[in-house]
């Protein structure tokens, strides 16, 4: 029964019902065969020489710069790349006002704004909208495949797609936003 789940079986039945001649020829293969191995004590500087001769003939990973973009790892990268930078942009605000409160007080970064010139305004707006309506969109793809949705390549693809229109429609809305 064993022999039969583990796929023993015939294994099992050739080895046992092959001649004494054959079986003897078999086993004194297998010992003709096997090598010895030899060990000698290295010095730790010897043995880091040994392996710093290896690495220099041994081939590299390839690294993703030699691969064609795929949206996939695109988004992956950005979404990590905006979540940090919303982190800094939270943590920094919050470090700053914890340590000068009245220079990042609510009234004086308003009365800061204000006076700030119309282009300005609208490029910091971009500047902090892109990533917040990108990040925010790309985990609600992300719970969608934790939900078993789109993780076939092509929903993959378009969820994607998706994300990116939706990132550019909610970047202006947000942008425009008075």
Do not use: C
């Not at 030699?66 to 988004?75: E, G, H």
């Not at 990108?134 to 993959?156: E, P, Y």
């Amino acid at each position: 029964m064993s022999t039969r789940v583990l796929g023993l079986g015939p294994a099992l039945r050739k080895a046992a019902f092959l001649p004494n001649a054959a079986r003897s020829q078999v086993m004194l293969r297998n010992v003709v065969a096997k090598r010895s191995i030899q060990i000698q004590s290295l010095t730790p500087s010897a043995g880091q020489e040994i392996l710093n001769k290896q690495r220099v003939v041994r081939p590299s990973s390839p690294h993703f710069t030699i691969y064609q973009p795929q949206l996939t790892w695109v988004a992956s990268i950005f979404n990590r790349v905006t979540g940090v930078a919303l982190s800094v942009l939270l943590y920094g605000f919050s470090i700053a006002y914890l340590v000068a409160p009245g220079t990042f007080s609510s009234e004086n970064v308003i009365q800061v704004v204000a006076g700030l010139p119309e282009g300005v305004k609208y490029a910091g707006k971009a500047v902090l909208a892109a990533p917040f309506a990108f990040h925010s969109l790309n985990g609600i793809r992300h719970l969608s495949w934790d939900s078993i949705k789109f993780l076939s390549l092509k929903g993959a693809y378009v969820s994607g797609y998706i994300v990116l229109g939706a990132s550019a429609i909610s970047t202006v809305a947000l942008t425009l936003m008075k």
